[in-house]
């Protein structure tokens, strides 16, 4: 089998070496939202974005079974009937793919070329996972999670299903939920019918679609997914730092109309209230600035109410923003940046990384404003 077919290394695109026909095969099947719809609150479930590393895997709810095992007291198996009714809970998360930003990139890591667009924000519905741990009674020696999905195939030569591992810990802490509704709606199948993880505050790849299995196990996960795939490294070599919770990232709806080509801006001259979002896996975000220039200058947007902690915890769902910006003739470039309560900023340049994950740089929209 050709390297083509069948590639066996993470590639970094050589210097000036456009998108490739992979590439643009991935782009085609995994979405992103368009930028005009950060106007939404809840993203319209399908204008979310979507990843999907293999096939979305056929499924039925009437006979999906999900099998929780490992190191318990009592394994379990339990179908979709029993799974509804059991306490409920929903929760608003805010889900963006590490890969985000991939594309802009210098040198360009070579995988799904994101610009900036894989995010979204759902009401997921479903059951806590610590609930499902504790009819299941997690045994002493019990030190990872492992969540596996229905989908199967091949990646840089290893032959898998998806799977991730998260510490009991990490579970525990971010709240995770065993997932069957999607905005009100059972999950449609591309967000993982008829069962899946979702993991608020971590990137999207924690939060395992069609899930069949969760298994306690009494050592660290190795797995593909956490040991070779979602890692910070600047060398092929190096094991690098494991990718977990969402950087702070603040997106501008792009103001105007655009060019269809190009998708640069066009603005009549006047008031023009720039909005936007702002989100971060680590703390709510308290401060979020807005510049014209290009990010010479910056100035404070007004930031929405903060969306609504209940009990249940929607802690990591994004937070509006806006400012007023008196647009005169000429060529603007615009950008956000956010800031968290954990001090984490926003940087106009992310440092770079091999998988291309976790790239927060702020976003550009240029834009010319008419006379
Ligand atoms: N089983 C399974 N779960 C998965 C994936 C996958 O390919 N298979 N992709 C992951 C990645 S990388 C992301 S970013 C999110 C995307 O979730 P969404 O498509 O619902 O937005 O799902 C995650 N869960
Ligand atoms: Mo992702």
Redesign the pocket.
């Known amino acids: 089998m050709s390297v083509e077919t069948f590639s066996t290394a993470s590639r970094v695109a050589e210097q000036g070496e456009g998108v490739t026909l992979d590439e643009l095969g991935l782009a085609a099947r995994n979405h992103g939202m368009p930028l005009e719809a950060l106007r939404y609150d809840l993203t319209p479930t399908g204008l979310?974005?979507?990843?999907?590393?293999?096939d979305i895997p056929a499924a039925d709810a009437s006979t999906w079974r999900l099998e929780l095992g490992g190191c318990v007291e009592q394994p379990l198996s339990i179908g979709l009937t029993e799974l509804r009714a059991m306490s409920r809970q929903t929760v608003r998360v805010t889900?963006e793919?590490?890969g985000n930003g991939r594309a802009r990139q210098d040198p360009r890591p070579i995988s799904q070329p994101w610009l900036v667009e894989?995010v979204?924000t759902a009401e997921w519905t479903g059951v806590p996972l610590a609930a499902l741990l504790d009819l299941a009674g997690v045994r002493p020696d019990g030190v990872n999670v492992v969540f596996t999905?229905a989908?199967h195939g091949f990646e840089r030569g290893v032959e898998q299903d998806?799977q991730r591992g998260l510490s009991l810990t990490e579970a525990a802490e971010a709240g995770a939920i065993v997932a069957w509704e999607m905005n009100g709606e059972p999950l449609p199948p591309?967000?993982?019918y008829p069962l899946r993880l979702v993991v608020p505050g971590w990137?999207?790849?924690a939060?395992?679609?069609?899930l069949r299995s969760i298994e306690v196990i009494d050592h660290e996960f190795t797995g593909y997914q956490n040991a070779v795939a979602y890692r910070l490294r600047r060398t092929a070599e190096e094991p690098g730092v494991p990718v977990t919770r969402i950087e702070p990232r603040a997106l501008l709806i792009p103001p105007g109309h655009p060019d269809f080509m190009s998708r640069a801006r066009f603005v009549k001259p006047g008031p023009v209230e720039l909005r936007g979002r702002a989100w971060s896996g680590w703390a709510p975000v308290d401060r979020v600035e807005i510049s014209t220039d290009g990010g010479t200058n910056w100035h404070q947007a007004q930031l929405d109410p903060a969306p609504e902690v209940d009990a249940d915890g929607n802690e990591f769902a994004w937070r509006g923003f806006s400012y007023e910006w008196t647009a005169t003739p000429g060529e603007y470039e615009l950008t956000a940046r956010a800031h968290d309560k954990s001090g984490r900023l926003q940087p106009l340049q992310a440092a770079w990384n091999r998988g291309g994950f976790a790239n927060n740089s702020a976003h550009r929209i240029p834009v010319v404003v008419l006379d």
């Open positions: 979310h974005y979507i990843l999907v590393h293999y889900l793919c590490a894989a979204g999905g989908d998806y591309q967000h993982g990137y999207g790849m939060s395992v679609k069609w």
